[in-house]
């Protein structure tokens, strides 16, 4: 039988595991910081509206500029971000890897490399490596912070070509100030010049402001964002990003021909008529993601300050241990990779409890 040892992969894949958490029956399932609740009726019904009216002109290619999306995202961002911005500074894929993807073929690629700040989304580098892009691996402190100082001289030690800075942070969950945002792209301008990519996955679950205001004056700087958390649309795989009109046109050399289905831009128009109520369950499940940095504290586990809708805990001797303990009480969280610590993404109240009581027996269990 041929193993993928045996087929003449690129070398740098050789030895590497595909990215994905544990998909497993349970209960309780809060380990990738999907959006817990349903979509609405009146949504799910205008979904299908939408879809209809698409299918009628399947046999036609979709509109591969998404204009209307494009429009509807660019509206949604001047209202909720605090900065003006045009259709013509928004661009849609497949999901928000496939604007990192993008963004990494039209600017990384073989004889480039692009930098970030780890632990982080560990898809950067990932994705980076299917581009032929050089990865390299910058400083954080032990609390997850981003320590502007020795960014900037690794910025300019190894004059990246693309730089991400992910703000809530992903598996951590902690938020990069504005000023250290803005320190870190005139240190890429300084030594490339190079692009800033900041990731704002989940900035609505933010208790800041998104950092889109930046985008002024800042002809290197893209915002990339995701429907996958806030909208509670991780199933539809819509990403997209705001930039400078030069960077859309430039991704656009790369794109693939019509690669948002007409169904895929049906159902994200869908969705963004319903902006307000799904913000809406975003402030619930803000309450909630408090809640459960309060209870672990309480439990006296050390919590990592979250902007997220999920939440970074320990610490423990074995962490993966742990991760199966709490699996054995029917919850699922992420054992995430940081040494010593566990990520619960904030589900819903009666969820949350059970995982509450869940790490409580865990305490208890282990005498403390």
Do not use: C
């Not at 009146?42 to 509206?49: F, G, K, Q, T, W």
């Not at 580098?125 to 402190?141: F, K, V, Y």
């Not at 900041?198 to 995701?226: C, I, K, N, Q």
């Not at 309060?294 to 939440?311: H, I, M, Q, Y």
């Amino acid at each position: 039988m041929t193993r993928i040892d045996d087929l003449p992969v690129r070398d740098e894949l050789r030895g590497k595991s595909p990215y994905g958490a544990p998909q497993l029956d349970v209960p309780v399932r809060l380990n990738t910081n999907e959006n817990p609740y349903p979509l609405p009726e009146p949504l799910v019904e205008r979904i299908a509206e939408r879809v209809r009216e698409a299918a009628r002109g399947l046999n036609r290619y979709p509109d591969r500029d998404a204009v209307e999306l494009r429009t509807r995202l660019a509206a949604y961002l001047t209202r909720t971000g605090g900065h003006e911005v045009t259709r013509a500074q928004v661009w849609a894929a497949n999901g928000s890897n496939e604007i990192i993807q993008q963004l990494l073929q039209t600017f990384g690629g073989p004889g480039r490399t692009a930098i970030g700040f780890e632990p982080s989304y560990s898809m950067h580098a990932l994705i980076a490596r299917g581009t032929g892009t050089g990865w390299i691996s910058g400083p954080r402190e032990d609390d997850y912070t981003i320590d502007v100082e020795a960014a900037a001289t690794a910025i300019a030690e190894n004059a990246p070509d693309v730089v991400f800075i992910t703000t809530p942070n992903n598996p951590t969950g902690n938020a990069v100030p504005r000023e250290a945002v803005v320190a870190l792209y005139d240190a890429a301008q300084a030594a490339k010049p190079s692009m800033v990519v900041v990731d704002e996955a989940y900035v609505e679950f933010s208790h800041g402001e998104s950092l889109l205001p930046l985008l002024e004056g800042r002809p290197h700087l893209v915002v990339s964002r995701t429907m996958s958390k806030a909208f509670g649309a991780a199933g539809l795989r819509l990403g997209y990003l705001a930039a400078a009109p030069a960077v859309v046109d430039a991704v656009q050399l790369v794109r693939l021909p019509y690669h948002l289905s007409a169904v895929t831009q049906a159902t994200a128009l869908a969705a963004l008529e319903h902006t307000d109520t799904l913000l809406g369950y975003v402030e619930q499940l803000k309450a909630e993601r408090d809640r459960l940095v309060t209870g672990l504290r309480d439990l006296g586990f050390e919590v990592t300050e979250s902007d997220a809708n999920f939440v970074q805990f320990g610490r423990f001797a074995d962490a993966h241990d742990a991760w199966r303990r709490i699996l054995d009480q029917g919850v699922l969280v992420r054992d995430n990779g940081v040494p010593g610590m566990l990520r619960v993404t904030a589900g819903t109240p009666a969820e949350n409890d059970a995982f509450l009581d869940a790490v409580r027996a865990l305490k208890k269990e282990q005498g403390a």
